[in-house]
């Protein structure tokens, strides 16, 4: 009698499931996983011969599956029952901490960027700094799941030893873990938060000569139901995050963001449209960008060049009241020539900032950096 009810409702699902993903509207977003997904494939004489249709429909099938999160959510939760703690490269960690595993990398690929690093600081008149920031893994490795241990100190040591002495290296390790009482990363997501972001512009301040000693940052609360990318990729969804801003007081009118590729001008380095949407980190620029260049109010004659991943987003507004220019650089999506960028522009400092995750796996920056050295 068991066998047979379970013959009947596997008839009834497999007649009735193609009926109901006809009738189905496709999902054009996933704000769950934070993506777009796959479009019933284009037919044509190539696709079929190849085999390109049938793969591209099997993603199809997956990503248009009727109660598709309802059985993400199923599959997760059954994982994390039998004990399974790294979840689509996700570590469930305690304390509703959801950290990215360390990415593996070629150790030769990381050191010819480093010496593009090195080489394109002896080819400048400007004062480079570099700053590599740990990620969460390093920060709260107590927080990872019994028996699995960071390795970033040693990355991080490895690419200090590599860098020449042009370049100023900003070690930001012993400031975050003093503070790591704070809140330094997002629970859900693979960022930083903003009060990071203020413990490692502290050091770079120092390091750089920048006198803020006068400057008084304040920090706002502009959403506190961010469930970030980690959140997406593993399926867990039990803790919600703040987001915080941090600007320098009375910084309201004192600077021009311009999007250049985009032609569009801005008075603020927040699109606060982003915190309706599911990925609210959104919330500092809007996003990453080819360049963006920020004019201040501020003469004390110092302009910034920001080579830069996504960490850097909520460090930017930090930097307003230090520099006259802040021309930032997302070498994912740049192309022009960087040394004739800071030649039309006076560049006096530089700053490369990137978090470990990103710049052990880059494949980017180091052709930015070429057309520098063979312009």
């Known amino acids: ?223 506190g139901d961010f469930q970030g990318t980690q959140a997406s990729n593993c399926g867990v969804y039990s803790h919600s995050d703040a987001v915080n801003i941090c600007v320098p007081k009375g910084s309201e009118g004192s600077y021009i963001v311009n999007y250049v590729d985009e032609t569009r001008k801005t008075a603020t380095l927040f699109d606060m449209s982003k915190l309706d949407e599911k990925d609210k980190y959104l919330v500092f620029m809007g996003g990453n960008y080819s360049r963006v260049d920020i004019t201040t109010k501020t003469k004390n004659g110092r302009r910034l060049l920001l080579i830069k991943d996504s960490y850097a987003n909520c460090f930017i507004p930090m930097l307003t009241p230090c520099y006259e220019e802040i021309i930032v650089i997302d070498p994912r999506y740049y192309y022009d020539d960087i040394y004739q960028l800071m030649s039309d522009n006076s560049v006096s400092d530089v700053l490369f900032l990137y978090n470990v995750n990103s710049f052990v796996t880059d494949n980017s920056l180091e052709e930015v950096l070429k057309k520098v050295l063979h312009s």
């Not at 019994?146 to 040591?157: C, Q, R, W």
Request: glycine share 4%; net charge negative.
């Open 1 to 223: 009698m068991r066998k047979n009810s379970v013959r009947i409702i596997t008839i009834i699902f497999l007649c009735f499931m193609p009926i109901w993903m006809i009738i189905s509207k496709d999902v054009d977003f996933s704000d769950k996983e934070n993506r777009y997904m796959a479009k019933f494939p284009k037919i044509s004489i190539k696709s079929l011969s190849d085999g390109s249709f049938m793969e591209d429909f099997e993603t199809y099938l997956t990503d248009q599956f009727p109660v598709r999160d309802a059985c993400i959510t199923l599959k997760t939760n059954a994982l994390r029952l039998l004990g399974q703690r790294r979840i689509n490269g996700v570590y469930i960690g305690n304390k509703g901490y959801l950290i990215a595993e360390e990415e593996k990398y070629d150790t030769a690929a990381l050191d010819g960027l480093t010496e593009a690093v090195s080489a394109f600081a002896a080819d400048s008149d400007a004062n480079v700094k570099f700053m590599l920031v740990p990620n969460s893994s390093l920060i709260y490795e107590e927080r990872l799941p019994y028996g699995i241990k960071s390795s970033e100190d040693a990355t991080i040591e490895h690419v200090k030893a590599m860098l020449s002495d042009k370049v100023g290296f900003v070690d930001v390790r012993d400031a975050l873990l003093e503070e790591k009482g704070k809140q330094l990363y997002y629970k859900t997501d693979h960022h930083w938060t903003t009060a990071g972001a203020r413990v490692a512009f502290e050091e770079y301040a120092k390091a750089a000569g920048l006198n803020i000693s006068s400057v008084e940052y304040e920090s706002y609360c502009v959403s």
